[in-house]
């Protein structure tokens, strides 16, 4: 029989692609966990790991196993649904995770109806960045996650996560109060070509975004300056440092010289939700999931 606390040890390694790093986050030291994978190789009588330069890759057999490995965690996931099947008022811990910006329009909102409405769940939310949420959810440490969607995110068919679309978040053209374009009611990018810019730095996704959008319109924006919260930027902004592009979720300080506008061609970022898959339908999960789709659209008007 398959020891499942080594099964999970392989699906750790496929995850984190080394031995050393999945051992970190299993909390084993690197020669225990590698000795729990070799251990499981004996139990099935077939090679799991072969070296691989410094690293290691999975067999094809690995590889075979793990698609079973996956569909155990699922299934495992519906067991205990089933379970507590005759109890289906929201109860227990909730571990929330997203990033920053949807902290205060998704997130903490949703927390507080969820205390409201149900007195006998115990809601829980850590700022992540999106990397961080795939990893925790994959770990059992968060439930589930708000996420942006980009390149680097496990493909929506990934069979260990149920990915959902939440909402499409605008990007707005920032410009101070008093710029030539700030009494339009929409603008062409176009029209900000020979601008100075403030960009996200090169590790945000929204990076990509913005270069995207800018592209769209026939140029390539002349970064001067680059920030890492929505609101600095706002402020460079403010100062007449440059125009950005920030999503309209983006809460900004009030009352600043700025001024926001609609883009034509609407470039945007798309949210999902996510949680491992199975989970959606726990009475707690689907709760959050309710209350986040009724706040979703004012969170982007």
Known sequence: MIDLRRLHVLRAVAHYGTVTAAAHALHFTPSAASQQIRQLARDLGVDLLQPQGRGVRLTPAAESL??????????????????????????????????????PVLLAPMTVRLRERHRR?????????????????FEGEVD?????????????????????????????LV??????????????????????WIAPFPDSPCLTHVMSACGGAGFTPSVVHQ?????????LVAHRLGVALIPRMARLTPQLPITRLRCKGNPHR????????????????????RELRELAPAAVT
């Open 227 to 235: 920030a890492r919260e929505w609101d600095v930027t706002a402020h």
């Open 121 to 137: 769940l115990a809601v829980s939310v850590q700022e992540l960045g999106v990397p961080e949420c795939f990893d925790l959810l």
């Open 175 to 196: 410009v101070p109060a008093d710029h030539p374009l700030a009494g339009r009611d929409r603008v062409d990018l176009a029209d900000a070509a020979h601008e100075d």
């Open 144 to 172: 589930l996650a708000v996420v942006e969607a980009t390149p680097h995110n496990p493909p929506m068919s990934d069979p260990r996560y149920d990915q959902r679309p939440l909402l499409d978040d605008p990007f707005d």
């Open 66 to 103: 793990l698609a079973h490995a996956d569909a155990i965690q699922a299934r495992w996931e519906q067991a205990e649904l089933d379970l507590r099947a005759d109890h289906g008022e929201p109860a227990g811990p909730l571990r929330v995770g997203g990033f920053p910006v949807a902290i």
């Open 270 to 289: 798309k949210l999902l939700t996510c949680t491992r898959t199975g989970a959606h339908e726990r009475p707690a999960i689907a709760a959050a999931l």
